[in-house]
């Protein structure tokens, strides 16, 4: 059914799914390149070369310089998704555009795209409260217009929700929730963070993300204009986001810049290509340098193309693998703006913990490296269940005091029995009930053999808050063999003495 989108796999709150359409389903995350229907130095022809079976395009640049009256498909003679924009990209950029909302989507209805977006206002990058407040309101007031196109042709086209509000997160999050109240949009889509992005302004856009994904169903598929850098695109999906559209690959091939998974060349300082693909393959930057203009904008909008597949491959697979947390620790250190966007995801590690799935099939084992490991859903995860056994012991037997063995080394506890508890004290995790030693993700992880002293420190605070919340439950303390976290061993310490030497 058009439209219908099934979750595949999940990891963090990022998915693989799949989006139905008229001409075919997409795998997601994905990439729409943009094309620009009137003047292009790429064709559709060499966009689907590179693997890609979805593209994005304007309806309103179609109807202004075209005003084709039949089937956007046949235009470009490609059978693959097609997704139109609105034409909202252009009042960001020259202001009012002369056209309505009504005759882009009369328009759109008539071209029939895959996929297809009303003329939402953006709010942009605006200073003002007020200014921001009008966009929401007029897009809202577009959309509640647009329903009864958008109901007589849902079962071939997916319209979009586009949201509104930019750095104002009170007001995104209101325009977010309102989607909720048209359930014949099918897709949701986040404007305006085109300006962010250009300049790198990764920690609101991040906000924004965030604010807007966190106040929608999670069973629609969501867009986010623009974003077609990839070294942001992990930290995007991991947030919820299923698609991105772009131009920066041709555009940035005019400027003679060369796209790589973590960063943004210019043509002349490279010696070398850092790729195998079809183009840096053939040619040096010495011949591109060397070629006419248009062939040269050519053949690095191609080039470009694929590293942006490539990267929404290594994203899947990293999901696939429930390794896309670890994707974005190596990938922070891409550049100190991508470092900005990679802290502002940790922020939100509650929410990732919420939707992160419980058990993943194929993981080998959970790879713990410093403090920003400590967000990981896994670890979010024994820190609530910690907290549970506070509270599941306060309320059961206040009086009933056991003998606690603490030790950071499997096996070397003896007389294991019903009044005595044994954790195994792990520098990430703080204390495990040794009970579920052999449970996921307990029984697989790695950590490194140099532990950094800041971790230290913060476990063994964990421990002491853990031990003094359950401190009516305890009679004494051993420890066995965890000189390593800095804690001698000792033997039968009563509690109070215990903490107090902590
Ligand atoms: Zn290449």
């Not at 953006?122 to 200073?127: E, L, N, R």
């Not at 300006?195 to 609101?204: A, F, I, K, T």
């Not at 891409?334 to 993981?363: M, N, W």
């Not at 002293?453 to 420890?479: A, G, H, T």
Request: net charge negative; glycine share 4%.
């Amino acid at each position: 059914m058009v439209g219908e989108f099934e979750i595949k796999e999940e990891d963090l709150a990022g998915r693989i799914g799949i989006l139905s359409t008229l001409h075919g389903n997409i795998e997601t995350p994905t990439f729409f390149p943009v094309i620009n229907p009137v003047k292009s130095e790429i064709t559709v022809e060499d966009i689907k070369k590179v693997g890609f079976n979805n593209i994005i395009t304007n309806a309103y640049l179609v109807k202004k310089n075209l005003n084709i009256k039949s089937h956007i498909h046949d235009y470009f003679s490609f059978n693959g998704i097609i997704m139109t924009d609105s034409g909202a990209y252009q009042i960001l950029q020259y202001g009012e555009i002369s056209i309505s909302n009504k005759e882009i989507v009369e328009y759109e209805l008539e071209i029939k795209p895959d996929i297809a977006v009303i003329l939402d206002v953006p709010t942009g990058d605006v200073k003002n409260e007020s200014d921001a407040k009008l966009s929401v309101d007029e897009t809202l007031r577009r959309i509640n217009e647009s329903l009864p196109h958008v109901r007589s042709s849902s079962d071939q086209i997916i319209w979009v929700y586009p949201i509104q509000g930019g750095r104002f997160l009170d007001l995104l999050a209101y325009s977010a929730k309102y989607s909720f109240q048209f359930d014949e949009f099918k897709m949701l889509a986040l404007g305006s963070p085109t300006v962010l992005m250009q300049r790198y302004e990764y920690v609101p856009l991040i906000d924004m993300i965030y604010t807007a994904k966190s106040n929608v169903t999670r069973g629609k598929a969501f867009h986010l204009f623009g974003g077609g850098l990839p070294h942001i695109m992990p930290f995007a999906v991991a947030l919820g986001v299923d698609s991105f559209d772009s131009a920066s690959y041709i555009l940035y091939a005019r400027d003679n810049r060369y796209i790589t998974r973590d960063r943004v060349y210019r043509l002349e300082e490279l010696e070398y290509f850092p790729c195998s693909c079809p183009v840096c393959s053939k040619y040096t930057p010495k011949d591109l340098q060397e070629m006419e203009q248009k062939d040269r904008t050519r053949l690095l909008a191609i080039h470009n193309l694929y590293v942006i597949k490539e990267e929404i491959n290594a994203i899947k697979q990293s999901i696939k693998e429930g390794r896309l947390f670890e994707y974005l620790q190596q990938k922070a250190f891409s550049h100190p703006r991508v470092y900005d966007a990679f802290k502002s995801v940790l922020k939100y590690a509650d929410y990732l913990e919420k939707f992160d799935p419980r058990t993943k099939g194929e993981i080998k084992g959970v790879f713990l490296y410093n403090k920003d490991s400590l967000a990981r859903p896994e670890i979010k995860r024994h820190e609530r269940l910690l907290r549970e056994k506070i509270i599941h012991k306060a309320d059961k037997s206040a009086n009933h005091k056991k003998r606690v063995v603490i030790t950071c080394e499997d096996g070397y506890y003896d007389d294991i029995n019903s009044e005595v508890e044994v954790y195994l004290l792990n520098p990430f995790y703080g204390p495990i009930p040794i009970e579920l030693k052999n449970s996921f993700p307990y029984s697989q992880y790695e950590t490194p053999t140099i532990i950094d002293d800041e971790i230290i420190e913060q476990e063994r605070k964990k421990l002491k808050d853990f031990l003094y919340d359950m401190r009516d439950n305890i009679s004494s303390i051993s420890v066995i063999k965890c000189e390593k976290l800095h804690i001698n061993s000792t033997r039968d310490v009563p509690i109070e003495l215990f903490l107090d030497q902590l």
